[in-house]
């Protein structure tokens, strides 16, 4: 099986809520809410390819430094293996914005249970819950 490699932030507000990003049709999974990030290249690391997602998908600086290592998640889909290293973000420069046609959405960490997620996603919300 295929071992897909993708890293995830959760950007925390100053008031403690969470960014999520709803996929956008036509994407697998369209629909569910996911946290930020996307798939790490070959010749990147995990927090370069945040730092360049960040910077495509939501028009916002951030710094490896400003990245810290929070959990993993681990899970088999049916045609591939995803291993996705999660970083928690509570600097970074601009103000997020949809450039990919996803809607985005603030919420506390008691409200991402309301969220439909992919199964990978899932997992993280207790982690979040345990650590914020």
Same mark, same amino acid.
Do not use: N
């Given at each position: 099986?295929?071992?897909?490699?993708?890293?995830?932030?959760?950007?925390?507000?100053?008031?403690?809520?969470?960014?999520?990003?709803?996929? $956008?049709?036509?994407?697998?999974?369209?629909?569910?809410?996911?946290?930020?990030?996307?798939?790490?290249?070959?010749?990147?690391?995990?927090?370069?390819?945040?730092?360049?997602?960040?910077?495509?998908?939501?028009?916002?600086?951030?710094? %490896?430094?400003?990245?810290? $290592?929070?959990?993993?998640?681990?899970?088999?889909?049916?045609?591939?293996?995803?291993?996705?290293?999660?970083? %928690?973000?509570?600097?970074?420069?601009?103000?997020?914005?949809?450039?990919?046609?996803?809607?985005?959405?603030?919420?506390?960490?008691?409200?991402?249970?309301?969220?439909?997620?992919? $199964? %990978?996603?899932?997992?993280?919300?207790?982690?979040?819950?345990?650590?914020?």
């Amino acid at each position: 099986m295929k071992v897909v490699l993708v890293a995830a932030v959760a950007l925390i507000d100053r008031d403690g809520r969470i960014l999520l990003a709803q996929r $956008p049709e036509g994407k697998s999974m369209a629909g569910l809410w996911e946290f930020p990030g996307g798939k790490v290249e070959p010749d990147e690391t995990p927090e370069h390819a945040l730092i360049r997602e960040l910077k495509e998908e939501l028009d916002i600086d951030t710094w %490896a430094s400003c990245l810290a $290592p929070l959990t993993f998640a681990s899970h088999s889909y049916d045609d591939f293996h995803l291993l996705m290293p999660v970083f %928690a973000c509570r600097k970074w420069e601009g103000q997020p914005k949809p450039l990919e046609g996803q809607k985005l959405s603030w919420a506390r960490v008691d409200q991402l249970r309301d969220y439909p997620m992919p $199964p %990978a996603d899932l997992p993280l919300i207790a982690m979040l819950r345990d650590w914020l």
